[in-house]
């Protein structure tokens, strides 16, 4: 364990110290995004490459989507596939063909790393390469990794989205053609919404990746403007600057002042003025203050301690104190990525401990010491810290459920009102008498 504190000064949490950790942690791998991406993506399969571990983690991390036909699945490596290597090549080639030849639907597939594969140095991306060559133009093959070793939890999206930009077409010039690319996948109403504003503001062109279907794959390059839509895609980030692409930073679109931020740092990239924006968002922007003053009833005054899980801790610690009138006492993530984060830390008031990383006994002493309200966390610490009287968010939920733009904000804030108002009522039952026969 390492532990260190970088140095203070500036606005908010700008430059706050951050307590970095190293030890045990309580977080899920990358395999678990290929959970939400493959209901994003209707044309790819991601058929993960890896031991009984990881097809058990997929089956209950998916929990009754296994049962819908979903398009995943693992190949288990075999213990002849260990011994050498040239047979794991071949093996694969022919789970592959099989798989193909009986879904021929499938456009992109995604041969995805695991602890188990990078053990034992399976090149996927060879592997991807030469199955390429093999099915095009049919089947587009990538691979990313998604283990243990290398990702955490929703880093399985980023080194997803970040495998497909080498291979986008070459894009627009700055000024002749601008387009914006929204990086990050959403919910499809979500994203409607989002396209609806956008529209309304000027932007014409607009182009999400992951893009829906193969067939709408855009071009990239000094013409596009890339904003981020989740925290955690700092290397798909990287990636699309590599290819020319420019950043469009702002506060995540989180609560009714994230997506108003977020709108108008894309107005200010494309020279649109700021009262177009306030005119195209004015009726969203107000029944989403609304929702949230309604939901935010149970929270204001209530102190919050976020577990690190998804990376969307720092902008959702940003929603909670600056529009549910939370306090904050520590904001734990997996990685703090500044460079994505500026906006939202930028905007969360000085005061809680930020940190980043994890040694989750000494995070679990810090939270009973400060018996927080609510504690946002995984699932395996989630009843254990009920059974010690702390009310609990399972942080996992934040990523499933629609919460980005205006119309999701009451929601979002009604996910953390709940379970206080679920232990309010609990107490009140308590403390009635037991009904006569
Ligand atoms: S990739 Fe690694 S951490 Fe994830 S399920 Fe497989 S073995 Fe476990």
């Given at each position: 364990?390492?532990?260190?504190?970088?140095?203070?000064?500036?606005?908010?949490?700008?430059?706050?110290?951050?307590?970095?950790?190293?030890?045990?942690?309580?977080?899920?791998?990358?395999?678990?995004?290929?959970?939400?991406?493959?209901?994003?993506?209707?044309?790819?399969?991601?058929?993960?490459?890896?031991?009984?571990?990881?097809?058990?983690?997929?089956?209950?991390?998916?929990?009754?989507?296994?049962?819908?036909?979903?398009?995943?699945?693992?190949?288990?490596?075999?213990?002849?596939?260990?011994?050498?290597l040239a047979d794991a090549h071949e093996e694969l080639d022919r789970v592959?063909?099989?798989?193909?030849?009986?879904?021929?639907?499938?456009?992109?597939?995604?041969?995805?790393?695991?602890?188990?594969?990078?053990?034992?140095?399976?090149?996927?991306?060879?592997?991807?390469?030469?199955?390429?060559?093999?099915?095009?133009?049919?089947?587009?093959?990538?691979?990313?990794?998604?283990?243990?070793?290398?990702?955490?939890?929703?880093?399985?999206?980023?080194?997803?989205?970040?495998?497909?930009?080498?291979?986008?077409?070459?894009?627009?010039?700055?000024?002749?053609?601008?387009?914006?690319?929204?990086?990050?996948?959403?919910?499809?109403?979500?994203?409607?919404?989002?396209?609806?504003?956008?529209?309304?503001?000027?932007?014409?062109?607009?182009?999400?990746?992951?893009?829906?279907?193969?067939?709408?794959?855009?071009?990239?390059?000094?013409?596009?403007?890339?904003?981020?839509?989740?925290?955690?895609?700092?290397?798909?980030?990287?990636?699309?600057?590599?290819?020319?692409?420019?950043?469009?930073?702002?506060?995540?679109?989180?609560?009714?002042?994230?997506?108003?931020?977020?709108?108008?740092?894309?107005?200010?990239?494309?020279?649109?003025?700021?009262?177009?924006?306030?005119?195209?968002?004015?009726?969203?922007?107000?029944?989403?203050?609304?929702?949230?003053?309604?939901?935010?009833?149970?929270?204001?005054?209530?102190?919050?301690?976020?577990?690190?899980?998804?990376?969307?801790?720092?902008?959702?610690?940003?929603?909670?104190?600056?529009?549910?009138?939370?306090?904050?006492?520590?904001?734990?993530?997996?990685?703090?990525?500044?460079?994505?984060?500026?906006?939202?830390?930028?905007?969360?008031?000085?005061?809680?401990?930020?940190?980043?990383?994890?040694?989750?006994?000494?995070?679990l002493d810090r939270v009973r010491a400060a018996r927080p309200d609510l504690?946002?966390?995984?699932?395996?610490?989630?009843?254990?810290?009920?059974?010690?009287?702390?009310?609990?968010?399972?942080?996992?939920?934040?990523?499933?459920?629609?919460?980005?733009?205006?119309?999701?904000?009451?929601?979002?804030?009604?996910?953390?009102?709940?379970?206080?108002?679920?232990?309010?009522?609990?107490?009140?039952?308590?403390?009635?008498?037991?009904?006569?026969?």
């Amino acid at each position: 364990m390492t532990e260190r504190f970088a140095q203070a000064s500036g606005q908010g949490c700008r430059n706050a110290p951050v307590l970095k950790q190293r030890g045990q942690h309580e977080v899920f791998c990358g395999l678990t995004s290929i959970v939400w991406l493959h209901r994003k993506m209707p044309d790819a399969f991601f058929l993960v490459v890896g031991s009984r571990t990881c097809a058990h983690l997929l089956q209950s991390a998916a929990g009754v989507m296994i049962f819908a036909e979903p398009r995943f699945a693992t190949a288990i490596l075999e213990e002849t596939d260990l011994a050498g290597l040239a047979d794991a090549h071949e093996e694969l080639d022919r789970v592959v063909h099989e798989l193909l030849a009986r879904r021929p639907d499938i456009r992109r597939l995604f041969l995805v790393g695991s602890c188990p594969s990078e053990v034992i140095k399976l090149d996927l991306a060879v592997a991807a390469e030469r199955l390429t060559a093999v099915h095009a133009p049919q089947v587009r093959v990538q691979s990313y990794s998604g283990s243990g070793i290398e990702t955490t939890f929703t880093q399985g999206e980023d080194t997803c989205l970040a495998a497909m930009v080498p291979d986008l077409p070459a894009g627009p010039e700055w000024p002749e053609a601008r387009e914006l690319i929204v990086a990050g996948a959403l919910p499809d109403v979500v994203e409607d919404q989002m396209r609806d504003l956008l529209a309304k503001i000027g932007i014409e062109t607009v182009h999400v990746l992951p893009a829906a279907r193969e067939a709408t794959r855009f071009g990239v390059g000094p013409g596009s403007r890339v904003a981020l839509v989740q925290p955690f895609l700092g290397d798909t980030l990287a990636a699309l600057e590599r290819r020319g692409a420019r950043h469009v930073a702002a506060p995540m679109p989180f609560g009714a002042e994230g997506t108003t931020a977020w709108f108008h740092a894309i107005a200010e990239a494309f020279g649109i003025p700021p009262e177009v924006v306030d005119r195209a968002v004015a009726a969203p922007k107000a029944r989403a203050e609304r929702a949230v003053a309604q939901a935010a009833e149970a929270l204001r005054g209530r102190s919050v301690f976020f577990f690190p899980d998804s990376q969307l801790e720092v902008p959702l610690a940003r929603f909670l104190t600056r529009e549910c009138g939370m306090e904050a006492v520590e904001v734990g993530t997996p990685f703090l990525h500044r460079q994505v984060l500026d906006g939202d830390l930028a905007l969360l008031d000085e005061g809680p401990t930020l940190s980043e990383g994890q040694d989750v006994d000494l995070q679990l002493d810090r939270v009973r010491a400060a018996r927080p309200d609510l504690t946002v966390c995984g699932l395996g610490l989630a009843n254990p810290l009920e059974a010690e009287g702390l009310s609990t968010k399972w942080s996992i939920e934040l990523v499933f459920t629609p919460v980005h733009f205006y119309e999701q904000a009451g929601d979002l804030a009604g996910l953390f009102s709940r379970p206080l108002r679920r232990r309010d009522a609990l107490k009140v039952g308590a403390a009635q008498p037991p009904a006569m026969p």
